[in-house]
């Protein structure tokens, strides 16, 4: 992330920067309209009118959000931020699974049985740690191995054989 701009990189910027714009411009407004009309004050007539325009522009924020962070990602800080998030996301499918089992086993029946018996800010700071623990977890199974367990379950499967293992740079 930090090397130097690839070729067409400010088509790419200026691609993004459009979508942040247009998304905002259209998808807060779209959001704005949904709150005041399902909880806010325009009442139980236009919750569902609101709701509908609130869905249709969705994609739209949703759009804006992931080309504000993309952009972000291109400045000194944000690199710093995507280099540690990146582990994580090249074993985002065992990461999502270990998430909710352990959660399942946290707020179920089947495991300790919370849900509902712990507030929020509790629920919250629960998450957050396990996602923090996650994250160094990747960390130090990525630097090891080329995909998470998941994934190379997965890997295996639709090649129909064993993955290449990482190969080793020198140094």
Known sequence: ????PAAGAPDRTARLRRILVVG???GLPGGALMAAGTVGPLGARWAVPTFI???????????????GLLLWFT?????????????????ALTNYLA????????????????YGRTGAAAALGGA??????????SARLMKRHRFGPVERL?????????PAPRVRRER
């Open 24 to 26: 905002l411009a259209v």
């Open 99 to 114: 998430q909710s089992l352990v959660m399942a086993l946290v707020f179920t029946g089947y495991g300790a049985a919370l």
């Open 128 to 137: 957050l740690l396990f996602y923090v623990l996650q994250l160094a977890a």
């Open 53 to 67: 325009v609130g869905m249709l522009t969705a994609p739209a924020l949703s759009a804006a959000y992931a080309s």
């Open 75 to 91: 400045t000194p800080r944000g690199a710093r931020l995507a280099a540690k998030l990146a582990p994580a996301g090249r074993m």
């Open 154 to 162: 997965l890997r295996t499967v639709t090649v129909w054989g064993r």
């Open 1 to 4: 992330l930090t090397a130097a």
